[in-house]
């Protein structure tokens, strides 16, 4: 299936290069997708925003058609789709051949998207976050590693994190000593097969036996919306998932049920789950990992008349962003200097479309609130001044970081400032603003806890096969996806 894979730099640099049927790919087919990639590459430069990351480029499609040009065989012919996947400033390439196995079935495309991804959330296990470029550099051996054992001949092998530790250690300071000192790799190496590789649960380990015997579930819905300067919401999508930090000891079987299972819709489910019984009874069946993992992902129902989530009517987020950005002469020297003003003001609504856990009390506060503000190109800088938090405005990205932290319905948050503008930045200002596209939009970064949006709640959560009465925690996190706010 996967040809070859490639990790690329910000800049562009092939950080690692790794094939799988001994057909060696060119480097080429990285300098074509890196040239389409510049030529819509923004001026932000993948600046990091909070949870996510301003995106390099604008417009790269995740699925490219690409010449096919092995190294040492110029006539070789044909092409290649090439998949790519942007995590943390890291661009994963994927090259593979138009059908599998000479016949005449194409590249299921959706999968080698998961396990890109599936790759990232691995580097991330492993090298914590963010897996940048810095970070694979420091564990290139490691790295390598997990590719030969997550990889075998093109297609996805052990993606589960607790066979992969068991196979491949953790890096850790004396293990960079030792392998410093011995010069290889073999420090990093487990002599011992996985457990989990001759069961028929490849997912959890065998033994596994825990002091205090606890799970946790997170029920975590994201909101990706785009909000008008007016506060109307134009687009929005709820998409949701389940997160577990399971401490069992043995071979635990839980049962989780939900007040209403009507609300999910279009749901993906851990290999861990019965996926008859689900579509059955509604209910969720398992045996869960050890440690961390991604129980299920879904999204909420929409309204089918106009697209919106049907919890998120015009003016109920919880959370209102008012920006003011305006562009032109401004002052009394000769006529007045070309220049801009903006001021963001923040308001958090009680009165929203979530729905509250029963245990939450006390008002509304809303954690974690940023605002990012990219500026445009023919702006040169910027001073801002903010009432609550602090900024930070990159000159070299062009973009501002405001740190509000938490805010509830008593904190007015504003944000004041003026701009200078290039040299000639008058004529792009003015092209920018016919083309509709003066000011880019801001992303805001929030999270409330003990509220959501869909509904969806826990109503049970049973353990079986074990004699022991574990602890057991339940919460609902609201929190923002893709959320932007237009200024003009």
């Known amino acids: 299936m996967i040809q070859s894979l490639f990790i690329l730099s910000p800049t562009g640099e092939v950080l690692i290069e790794r094939h799988f049927r001994s057909i060696l790919t060119s480097r080429t087919i990285c300098d074509i997708f890196w040239s389409r990639a510049s030529e819509s590459l923004n001026h932000h430069g993948g600046v990091s925003v909070g949870s996510n990351t301003f995106p390099l480029y604008d417009s790269v499609p995740p699925v490219m058609e690409v010449p096919n040009v092995n190294d040492g065989d110029a006539g070789s012919g044909g092409t290649l789709y090439l998949f790519s996947v942007l995590r943390d400033g890291l661009t994963y390439l994927a090259a593979c051949p138009p059908c599998i196995g000479g016949g005449h079935h194409e590249v299921p495309p959706l999968l080698v998207i998961e396990f890109l991804h599936k790759i990232a959330d691995t580097f991330v296990l492993y090298f914590g976050d963010p897996a940048d470029e810095s970070a694979v550099k420091d564990n290139f051996s490691t790295a390598y590693q997990l590719l030969e054992e997550m990889v075998d001949h093109g297609w996805p092998l052990t993606t589960e994190p607790n066979a992969l530790t068991d196979l491949i250690r953790p890096p850790t300071v004396m293990a960079k000593i030792q392998q410093a000192i011995s010069g290889g790799s073999s420090s990093i190496l487990s002599e011992a097969l996985p457990t989990g590789t001759v069961s028929n649960m490849p997912w959890r380990k065998a033994g596994v036996t825990h002091p205090n015997n606890e799970i946790y579930i997170d029920i975590v819905e ?9 506060g109307r919401v134009i687009s929005s999508d709820v998409s949701g998932s389940i ?18 299972a009507t609300l999910i819709d279009d749901c993906s489910f851990h290999p861990c789950v019965r996926y008859a019984r689900f579509e059955k009874d509604k209910v969720v069946s398992f045996v869960p990992p050890d440690g961390p993992f991604e129980l299920m992902r879904y999204r909420g129902r929409m309204n089918g008349d106009n697209g919106l989530h049907s919890n998120l009517a015009v003016g109920n987020m919880p959370i209102q962003v008012i920006p003011r950005v305006s ?107 016919a083309s509709g596209k003066e000011q880019p939009p801001l992303f805001v970064n929030w999270k409330i806890l003990l509220a959501s949006v869909s509904g969806l709640n826990v109503s049970g959560l049973s353990v079986t096969g074990e004699h022991y009465k574990p602890y057991k925690g339940v919460r609902n996190i609201t929190k923002s996806g893709t959320f932007q706010i237009r200024c003009h």
Request: charged share 25%.
């Open 222 to 230: 994201e909101i990706d919306a785009i909000v008008s300067v007016d």
């Open 243 to 260: 997160q577990a930090q399971s401490n069992l000891s043995g071979v635990p079987d839980l049962l989780l049920t939900f007040n209403d």
């Open 327 to 433: 562009y032109g002469k401004f002052g009394e020297r000769g006529g007045g200097d070309v220049g801009g003003r903006i001021s963001i003001s923040l308001t958090a609504r009680s009165i929203s479309s979530l729905t509250y856990a029963s245990s939450r009390k006390g008002p509304l506060v809303i954690e974690d609130v940023t605002v990012v503000i990219p500026f445009p190109k023919f702006v040169r800088t910027a001073n801002l001044n903010v009432t609550t938090g602090r900024v930070i405005y990159d000159e070299a990205g062009k973009i501002a970081k405001w740190t509000i932290g938490k805010l509830d319905e008593k904190t007015r948050p504003q944000l004041n400032g003026s701009m200078v503008l290039e040299d000639g930045g008058e004529e792009t200002m003015a092209s920018s603003s």
